[in-house]
T-cell receptor
């Protein structure tokens, strides 16, 4: 069974440009999350989808970040325009709905460098 | 608010020796606790979790963790370290409270484990 898949794995863009990250969750997982780790700091929650609905987007840093999950399958996270402080690794994760104790499985991450 | 502390930035241990990576947590209610490992330039891999039941939880690659409610700790352990265990280890917590935001995992800063041959 495929795990959480993220694309691209690495991206280098200039300040002011736009980047779109894609995440394909594990099949059958209606919960989808985005996290990020910037500059060696803690891994921080960004937002949570249940199917196509945004359940919690309290961690989104500002309106330069836009996440979508049309159709409740894959998700995209767009950063527009990118700033230097956005550099870091963006993790997507998924889990089954139901109990809060369900395991959250993470992808390999999308490593973003803004220059 | 929930929080996690990993007091050691780095842990060095000789191959074959037991290892411990420390984690303490703070939540309003009862915790769900997780350990993840990140190998260099890789994603987060799930190791084990505590939900309820036995305080000693066994996970992948021979790792185990002990939940201690009185000390609010969830230390990761392995009886005999391997060089291949060298990686970054993250402890995470989720509060059982079912209000908004309860699906968020809060992570510690991570502990770099180096196993010396």
């Amino acid at each position: 069974e495929a795990g959480v898949t993220q694309f691209p794995s690495h991206s280098v863009i200039e300040k002011g440009q736009t980047v779109t990250l894609r995440c394909d969750p594990i099949s059958g997982h209606d919960n989808l999350y985005w996290y990020r780790r910037v500059m060696g700091k803690e891994i921080k929650f960004l937002l949570h989808f249940v199917k196509e609905s945004k359940q919690d987007e309290s961690g989104m840093p500002n309106n330069r970040f836009l996440a979508e999950r049309t159709g409740g399958t894959y998700s995209t996270l767009k950063v527009q325009p990118a700033e230097l402080e956005d550099s870091g690794v963006y993790f997507c994760a998924s889990s089954q709905v139901g109990a809060l104790g369900n395991t959250i499985y993470f992808g390999e991450g999308s490593w973003l460098t803004v220059v | 608010a929930q929080s996690v502390a990993q007091p050691e930035d780095q842990v060095n241990v000789a191959e074959g020796n037991p290892l411990t990576v420390k984690c303490t947590y703070s939540v309003s209610g009862n915790p769900y606790l997780f350990w993840y490992v990140q190998y260099p330039n890789r994603g987060l891999q799930f190791l084990l979790k505590y939900i309820t039941g036995d305080n000693l939880v066994k996970g992948s690659y021979g790792f185990e963790a002990e939940f201690n409610k009185s000390q609010t700790s969830f230390h990761l352990k392995k009886p005999s370290a391997l060089v291949s265990d060298s990686a970054l280890y993250f402890c995470a917590v989720r509060d059982m409270w079912s209000g908004a935001g309860s699906y968020q995992l809060t992570f510690g800063k991570g502990t770099k484990l180096s196993v010396i041959p």
